[in-house]
């Protein structure tokens, strides 16, 4: 078992099924956590399961806000942070001769541009730290393309292609920034989906099934393990072989 024992690591979209699954499974692997998300009561949940972490609600599309937040994370993680997982994300589908400009920019402002921020501000930190690890959650849409996600598609493959960028760019200080490409994974989201459509979707896993969160959340914690120090730039597909980039 990985053991992430004395690593400061926030997680934001900690309020969703991925999100909470990753904080469970770092918590149990004795990380030090900084959770965020938008939906207090949910962070309040978290914190009465997992009484050591610590909760910080915030809402990363307030892009001139997002500084003082890392400045406020890092200094609740003892001014030491190790990893930052940005799993936050949003969708706004809709056909591309439908799609109005604030469904386009809403997708891109919050998935592309506040991950950005993000891993921007919290680099600042880790240099100082001389090492750390930045995991970016992105979408097997954001390799295949898929109907009524233009925008959603755009912000994930971009994330991919940014996180290649900074990846290089500081890899010679010691931090690694690598992705995670969830498929199709069980959510309460796919839990609303009509059972035919599903069974469609599952028809076209080679391995028969959805995903599990803690599929993600394992990856999460390898990524953000001393196992995964000289991996970086890369992506990393959990889909059950829906994708084999």
Known sequence: MINLKDQNIIVTGASGGIGSS???????????????????DKLDQ???????IKTLPFDISKHDKIEGFIDEANQLLGK???????????????????????EW??????????TFLMSKFAIKKMLKNKSGKIINI??????TGNIGQVNYTASKAGIVAMSKSLAIEYSKKNINVNCISPGFIETAMTEK??????????????SGRLGKAEDI????????SSKSDYINGETIHVNGGLYLG
């Open 80 to 102: 030491n942070l190790n990893c930052l997982v940005n799993n936050a994300g949003i969708t706004k589908d809709n056909l591309a001769i439908r799609m109005n400009l604030m």
């Open 193 to 206: 989906i009509d059972e035919k459509f599903k069974e469609s979707i599952i028809s076209k896993i080679p």
């Open 217 to 224: 959340a394992n990856a999460v914690i390898f990524l953000a």
């Open 22 to 40: 990753i904080v469970e499974h770092l918590y149990e692997a004795g990380a030090n956590i900084l959770a965020t998300g938008t939906r207090t």
């Open 46 to 52: 978290l914190k009465s399961k997992f009484s050591k």
């Open 105 to 114: 920019n809403k997708v891109i402002d919050l998935n592309l541009t506040s």
């Open 138 to 143: 992105t979408s097997v849409v954001g390799h």
